[in-house]
């Protein structure tokens, strides 16, 4: 984080590079901090980045107005004429605001705000407009688009998208009244578009959520100035509160959301000071959420502001230190009058990060936690700067995210950060066994449940990774060490980022079912089904089960080893009963390597045994139907300007998303590099079992039963339509089904679901179904192909189970 700067000093220089930099001439200040801070990039902006975007995008499908959307713009053109002037100046407002923070950066010589302003114009700008060529059909142009003329597109408001990215792009840099002005500016032009601007309700939305993913995206890439105050400011802050202070610095470590400074009183007792600057309650606001969201806790609690915040830190450390917790002493808290809290603490203290413990050292931390937890008090946050020596003694420090009444699994938790930050410190082995002494056999063995990854805060996970110990070795040591076997581990993860693309994704897929949904005569729907040959139907359903029968061919051709057919088979059903939870591709690789590894199969070879079955059956996909296309009549037609294929546009977001995931995987150095080790750490074994399969002749049963496959769903499919009285080619149906299939598996949507039924749809209308029958035909194969197998694979799942083959 902020290096140190050195300085001592609270001289004029530093009050003048302040005043110089954060004023006009005339005197009045605009600017919180001095400039070249250190940045940092905040959790906040990721936060709001996300759902930005996919609030965008849900607001893409959701066009051409809805019959509601369509009301409240009836109802906004009923207010009075002669306010229409109001509006006007509130929506020219967002403008005027945007160009004088601008020129202010501009007079200030803020180069990087400047700089940053201007990105985030340009690239609010991109994002409209790219809204627009998706939701309309057409580039919009940019005479019209970028003045808000009358002409302009009615989806997105570019104008607000420009300004208000701007407004928020600079917000962070400035003085607090000025943030707060910026907020009811951008609030009254958003009311100002409504109801003058030539842009649709969703439109204005769309271009605020524009100008949101902007800002937040620029304050990503460049991070976002601490909008820490001056060192002047801290010595005039402590004289408000009473406190003379002598030689202050910055100290070497920073969080976010707090400015620690270290300084003397005038007795030369060190003095930490912690000033709760403007971002302190975003900080705690989002780790609130975080721990809420992502893990079975409530996370530190909520404060309602800086002052609170400070004054909670304060009052946990009395009741610590009058508990009996070695701790630093409470000099002060308070509230200045520029709305800062500070809270000065007074001693010295030499953190683990900073020295290296004994085994006296060690076995002392555990009693002082165990102080803590008589006090009634878990500290949360327990890691190398949170527990120092002071003195003979093991104390602890930064009780922020601390609370008062815990509960066991918070205990536990401070106990097993305790258990990681003695080991980082004196290594694995000297902290095991300073933890059996202190806690005993069976204190060690219940904190094994807990001994997992999500019960460590980020500093401390960065600092077990850097110290190269494995959390999985670290639990195995410790329970050799009680004699106790390894349990299995409590469930404090609530999400991951893996659940959280998969929902997000199942957000843009439901708003495309039900922007389709609403386009769809139902009463034709109905009607077509009732006028069905439900014999066709009912062989389609038959010859929609027939696939799980190729596909246990196909895996026994993927390995070498002889297996027998039913259990293969029941794994093929218990496949389609976990594809409800994961996408088609994962989830069968997922349970062919658990299956073979039951079978007595090294982990290498399972592994690869199922990235071997997934693999071909997407090669033979890509195949056929180059060949198909190549060398048949069939082809893609894709229109996105045709009305019937508008809800096609939810498939270009997620082509578009799925683009982004391989440039991170590219451009990232950290995942590029464990693909390539995955990838040549698996390679020699793939090769090998290629060569052993060949010489088996496995593999003709390995790539017939994928073919096969693919004829049975194609034909299954035809049937459906069919039975609704249209014939498809099974060559048209073959095209259709695998260029759906080959998207779905490459896009984290747990069963394809929203993104198959589209896809099927429009690739039956293309081959001249009409919308309805199409629709109807879909919905019968998906309901024999995904939605009812679950049922009778959950069986089998519980069969192989029952049977050890699971």
Request: charged share 15%; aromatic share 8%; net charge neutral.
């Amino acid at each position: 984080m902020p290096g140190t700067t050195d300085s001592g000093r609270t001289d004029g220089a530093d009050r003048g590079v302040h005043a110089t930099a954060g004023r006009f001439r005339r005197g009045v200040r605009v600017y919180a901090s001095p400039p070249g801070e250190p940045r940092f990039r905040r959790a906040t902006d990721v936060l709001l980045l996300v759902p930005a975007l996919l609030g965008l995008a849900v607001l893409i499908i959701a066009y051409p107005p809805s019959a509601l959307e369509r009301s409240l713009q009836t109802f906004l053109a009923s207010f009075p004429d002669w306010l229409a002037p109001v509006w006007g100046f509130l929506y020219d407002l967002l403008g005027l605001w945007a160009i004088a923070l601008v020129f202010a950066a501009v007079v200030a010589r803020r180069r990087s705000l400047t700089l940053e302003t201007l990105l985030a114009l340009m690239l609010a700008t991109v994002l409209a407009l790219v809204s627009a060529r998706l939701a309309v059909g057409a580039w919009p142009g940019l005479g019209a688009a970028v003045p808000g003329s009358a002409n302009s597109p009615r989806f997105p408001s570019v104008p607000m998208a420009q300004a208000a990215a701007v407004i928020l792009t600079a917000a962070p840099y400035l003085v607090w009244p000025l943030q707060r002005a910026g907020r009811w500016i951008v609030a009254l032009g958003f009311a100002g578009a409504l109801l003058a601007g030539p842009a649709t309700p969703n439109g204005v939305l769309a271009g605020y959520l524009a100008a949101l993913a902007a800002a937040a995206g620029v304050r990503l890439a460049f991070g976002t100035s601490a909008g820490r105050p001056g060192l002047a400011s801290v010595a005039a802050a402590l004289r408000e509160l009473g406190v003379a202070a002598d030689d202050l610095r910055v100290s070497d470590r920073q969080t976010a959301g707090v400015f620690k400074v270290l300084g003397r009183d005038r007795s030369g007792r060190p003095l930490v000071v912690k000033v709760y600057g403007r971002d302190a309650y975003d900080t705690q606001l989002v780790a609130k959420f975080w721990r809420t969201l992502w893990y079975q806790d409530d996370g530190p609690p909520l404060r309602l502001g800086r002052g609170e915040a400070a004054e909670h830190e304060a009052f946990v450390t009395l009741l610590a230190r009058n508990g009996g917790v070695p701790t630093l002493d409470v000099v002060t808290a308070g509230e200045t009058a520029a709305r800062d809290a500070l809270l000065v603490l007074g001693g010295a203290a030499q953190t683990f990060e900073a020295v290296a413990p004994d085994d006296e050292a060690l076995r002392r931390s555990w009693r002082t936690l165990d102080l803590l937890g008589k006090a009634n008090i878990a500290h949360l946050q327990l890691d190398l700067s949170s527990v120092a020596v002071v003195g003979d003694e093991v104390a602890l420090l930064d009780f922020a995210g601390a609370t008062v009444a815990p509960s066991k699994d918070q205990l536990q938790t401070d106990h097993v950060q305790l258990l990681v930050t003695t080991a980082v410190a004196a290594g694995t082995e000297r902290a095991v066994r300073a933890a059996v002494e202190s806690l005993g056999t069976e204190g060690v063995a219940a904190l094994l449940p807990y001994l997992q990854t999500a019960a460590l805060r980020t500093p401390l996970r960065k600092a077990v990774e850097a110290a190269g110990i494995q959390m999985d070795d670290l639990r195995a040591e410790v329970a050799t060490a009680v004699d106790a076997e390894v349990p299995e581990l409590i469930n404090l993860r609530r999400l991951t980022w893996w659940t959280v693309i998969q929902l997000s994704l199942l957000v843009l897929a439901a708003a495309a079912v039900l922007s389709a949904a609403s386009n769809v005569d139902w009463a034709e729907l109905r009607s077509d089904l009732a006028d069905a040959t439900w014999a066709w139907i009912a062989l389609g359903f038959v010859v929609a089960q027939l696939p799980r029968l190729t596909q246990a061919a196909s895996t026994l051709g993927s390995i070498a080893a002889k297996l027998p057919f039913g259990p293969v088979y029941m794994k093929e059903l218990t496949t389609s009963y976990l594809n409800l939870a994961m996408p088609s591709s994962i989830g069968r690789m997922t349970v062919s390597i658990r299956f073979f590894q039951c079978q007595g199969l090294p982990g290498a070879a399972a592994v690869t045994a199922g990235a071997i079955d997934s693999l071909v059956g997407n090669v033979v996909q890509i195949v056929l139907l180059a060949v198909l296309l190549l060398f048949s009549e069939a082809s893609l037609n894709v229109d996105l300007t045709a009305p019937e294929a508008r809800t096609l546009r939810l498939l270009w977001i997620l082509i578009a998303l799925l683009v982004i995931a391989v440039l991170v995987a590219v451009l990232v150095g950290r995942i590029r590099r464990a693909i390539v080790e995955r990838v040549r750490t698996w390679w020699p074994q793939v090769r090998s079992s290629v060569v052993a399969l060949r010489a088996s002749n496995k593999l003709a049963l390995l790539l017939g039963g994928n073919v096969a496959t693919e004829i049975l769903f194609a034909a299954a499919l035809g049937l459906f339509a069919r039975g609704l009285g249209y014939e498809i080619s099974l060559v048209d149906l073959l095209v259709i089904n695998m260029s759906v299939s080959l998207l779905a598996s490459f896009i984290p949507v747990p069963g394809g679901v929203g993104v198959v039924e589209f896809g099927l749809t429009l690739g039956l209308t293309s081959a001249g179904m009409p919308e309805e029958p199409a629709l109807a035909a879909v919905l019968l194969y998906r309901l024999s192909t995904f939605y009812l197998p679950p049922l009778w694979g959950f069986f089998a799942m519980r069969w192989l189970q029952r049977n050890r083959y699971l």
